[in-house]
């Protein structure tokens, strides 16, 4: 099958790769449309010393199973089912767990992929296959509300205006609170306009101390800094993106202010799905490009750049 | 009067000191014992850039208000009442706020300081002065149990086996939490041993991403890397030291494993002076030496000592 493969920080594209996979209650997806992920991005640059097929956020049809024809997206964290974390329900941190397209486990920039069935969600017949492939990104966001209280009472500033800042801002909107996102890109920040949320630049923010909650969704060093000086005493500071790199911080002002640190990593597919289906997130206008599987190291290039926000990969039609 | 003033690093004994405060609703406090902390030793390193009468865990007598002749203890934080955090109910987080001996506020190794009478609290007669110097110190540690839930199914383990560790340890044992205290000192383990606390050498330890909660009482800069290396994913680190310096640290782990980090600093007055008085939590044995503050210079040398505990400096026997 074509797949892209990651090896030693090279990016291939393969017209006869081999897949190779567990062999156990894992259904063959063959995958129609997949998205380039910050991850992907940082994973090309060395983060987690990963080597295999690419790819974690996908619809596909399932091959086999109860949604065998039918079209679905999959949560990428495999999961043992009988370590110590499993068995505490901690799946997501299952110690010997697979991570589609970023831990041992080939991904989702191929014609398949293998998914536990347990993972697979089926895609409503009325959403389109382009906006259900945002449903890995719009569950991260949505993980912010299982790992908070955030309500109509509070600030919010989410700090940056990429894919995953903007999808925040949506998911967190819907709590009521005030949003407001700080970014460096005027047309980013128009989009988030258009859907009735408010927006700084950089340039002119004045970080106050005031915020109930702030979300670094940099992925920059210099998020986490500009996070403690937009935060309150006692508030709660949520970090969205890894930032690989060590770098020299101070963490005194974390405990003179109080300040929680919470970090939050993959979220539960069923509220995204639901609420991209339902239209309560709007995906749309963060589609910047669609290539096809075998111009993947241009779309990467493409997705590299500063002016883009969701750059898709188009697998395959119909299958 | 006679006080122990810090300025641009140098510790200086005053015979004649001439006290300097705000002069409205402070309560005269001559002080009978006071204790060296942590912070006193950080802030003589420069720390906060204090210049002034050190000191903040003091018992004193007040000279004036409904406690005229009585023994007090008084919280540190000097709120102004009328900011947005003091609006908020977190005085503690004034942003006009002075603190004893740390900030803008001369602090207890003197024969008086001036105290806010909304920060004092009578000692009750049979609690020794000795004792009840260590209630901020035990507040402090209290704090955790305002900012957490831990109870008895909890995993805690405690990093550092100095005077703040001991006392966390203590407190938090009070939940029926599973305590673990990882130290350089086998003395000082000992002394937790006896109350029936569970150590372990650090030479020893070998952290295993199991911990509920890990409470971080180095004040060295390896305590942050080492806590993220015991807690469990989901789990929370609290950061009860300051560490001024800045120093390289690498966020991903907190993202990948979704810790939770809480800064914890001063703690609740009325439970620590509750725990002290009936014998919850044990103070005699951390007691080190003790000088008159004539050698205060002295005794600051001797809580610089790793193989100290608590030095305590006795002003006055009678007021």
Known sequence: M???TLFDGELH????????????NL??????????????????????GFNGVLGHEFVGVAQTGPFTGERVVGEINCACGHCDFCRRDLPRHCENRTVIGILNHDGAFADSLFVPQE???RVPDHVSTKHAVFTEPVAAACRILEQTNINGDHNVVILG?????????QVISTTRANVLVVGKHEWKLQRLNELGIQTELLAGFQPASTADFVVDCTGSPSGF????????P???VILKTTVAAEQPLQLAPVVINEVRI???????FAPALKMIADKTIHVESLITAEYPLEQAIQAFRHAEQPDTLKVLLHVSDSV
């Open 2 to 4: 074509r797949a892209i």
């Open 13 to 24: 594209f393969n017209a006869d790769y081999a897949p190779h996979h567990a062999a156990v």
């Open 27 to 48: 259904v063959e997806v063959k995958v129609l449309t997949a998205g380039i992920c910050e991850t992907d991005l940082q994973l090309k640059q060395g983060y987690m």
């Open 119 to 121: 993972n697979l969600h």
């Open 161 to 169: 205006d990429g894919r995953l800042g903007n999808l925040c801002a």
């Open 225 to 232: 800094p500009l996070s403690l000086q937009t935060v309150k």
């Open 234 to 236: 006692c508030g709660t």
């Open 262 to 268: 919470i970090g939050s990593r993959c979220g539960p």
